[in-house]
């Protein structure tokens, strides 16, 4: 298909009559076609078609159905059919009453051209652009963030039945591309076992039928692959995803010792972050969150919170499940920064938040980290008795710490943590440790001295400092304004459907999140166009009596 821009054409005559005639006071979608027309032309789209073939539906109704699609959780077909009967969409798209629409596949099809043209956050962008020319969005404000579980397009599945599930999907791959290759290579007893998905067979409850039906799968995977290994068997088998990924699973599942097959214990299996949950979006990995397990991924939603702008999301990240929080903040400033949306104040709960994030957002960014950090887990600090760090005085420029009991130490060690941080370890006098009366206090250990593990000078004072602050009544009523993003993941949920997977795979799942976000964003600027307030919490009367 090729693209031939054309400029926004007007709303038909007597579209717009019948449109006034039942929506005397407007609607939503009539309100983005007046106050926000044009918010996306066709020239935006044009690396993403070819230059001869077929016109294309001109992609800014793709654009704006696409969000539409989202505001009312509709399916491609549902959105379609929408398109032809309602008449506020007839107007919002320039549409003649009798205009039949578009193909609902012109709606997937339009979304694969946003992924393979790397154009997934341009119509998000596009709308914050439109609402940056309008005074409702500014640099430099205040913003927020928290994530939320995904739950991934895929049955959740045992290992056994993981592997089963493998093999019948690289069987049917197969089928399709080498249905005469296939035919020839396997056994009849093969079409019971994998003629149906493993979700419909009754797995049997006693463990020596599992584990045999376990090493069944196994020699019959091992085989699949052996046949494509054959020089017989043309080469470009070993491409197929199905088989790629059987022969990742098989790898992660068996071990061979002397030619034979063996099923791997459940400590000797890959983390959850390399392990492949389903042959169907391998992707998606197993993760657990305080007393949430789920598979799939993880969002991250950012938005602006100042009292007298609407509150917009400006920036979407979608990751694995396993990923930590801790490891997205930089991220996040990144892509705020090249919207040129970074804030001045940063609201992020604890894991956001540590030493190196603290300094970095504000080197980097001139962003003030706003959040909690953790409290340390060793027992002086959770006792509340003991000496923790915060009772040593560290001489960074002499390279000493001294004790509560006023003991110098005797060695300072730099060297790199775990996630390539600097660290430093401090090491006391053993005579001195031994003779302190205070010991009991200090440490536990038998006969060693007390030794501290510090970061480097930046990160330990921001530390420091933050646990220091997070005590006041004034930061906590400061930091007040970050649960409002819990109301935003709640809007996204209940009413967007922001934790199920449309799709399968990471890229078409971020490009759902992103529709989501515009969406949720018109919502919010109709929302504040029409004055309605921001929904408060309800309190009963009891509660109110309290008070």
Known sequence: MSLQPEPLPQVPEETARVARLLFPKGNRYMWLRDELSGIYHDEQFLSLYPK?????????????????????????????????????????????????????????????RLLKGNLEELLLTTLLERCR????????????????????AIRTMNRLECVGET?????NSLAVVVPEWLRAHAPQDWYDRYGRRMEEFRLPKETTQRQALTEQIGRDGWEILAWIQEAASPSWLRDIPAVEILRRVWIQQFWIQEGELHWRSDDNIPPASGLISSPYDPQAHLSIKQATVWTGYKVHLTETCDE??????????????????????DDIHQGLARKH??????????????GEHLVNSQNRYGVELIGPVTVPGNWQSKSGQGYDTSHFHIDWENK????????????????????????????????????????????????NPRQLQIRAQAQYEAIQSARERQTTKAFKERYAKRAGIEGTISQGVRAFDLRACRYLGMAKTHLQHLLIATAMNVVRLFQWHMEETPFQSRTSRFAALAA
């Open 341 to 354: 949306l970074l804030p001045r104040e940063h609201f992020m709960d604890t894991g956001y938040v540590d």
């Open 167 to 171: 093999v019948h999907a690289a069987l």
């Open 400 to 447: 000493i710490a001294v004790c509560p009991q006023g003991h110098v130490s005797h060695k300072w060690t730099e060297r790199a943590g775990w996630r390539g941080l600097d660290m430093v370890r401090i090491q006391f006098g053993k005579q001195d440790c031994l003779a302190c009366p205070a010991r009991s206090q200090c440490t536990r250990a038998v006969s």
């Open 308 to 329: 007298d702008k609407p509150h917009l999301i400006t920036h979407v990240e979608t990751t694995p499940a396993p990923k930590q929080d801790m490891e997205m903040t």
């Open 133 to 152: 020319e309008r005074g409702w969005l500014q640099e430099r404000g205040k913003q927020r963030t928290d994530s939320t579980h995904i739950e991934a």
């Open 52 to 112: 001869g073939g077929q016109l294309a539906e001109q992609p800014w109704r793709l654009a704006l159905m696409s969000i539409v699609q989202y505001m009312e959780n509709y399916t491609d077909r549902q959105a379609a059919e929408a398109m032809q009967a309602r008449i506020d969409l007839k107007y919002a798209l320039s549409l003649e009453l009798t205009d039949p629409g578009f193909n609902f596949s012109l709606l997937s099809e339009f979304r694969s």
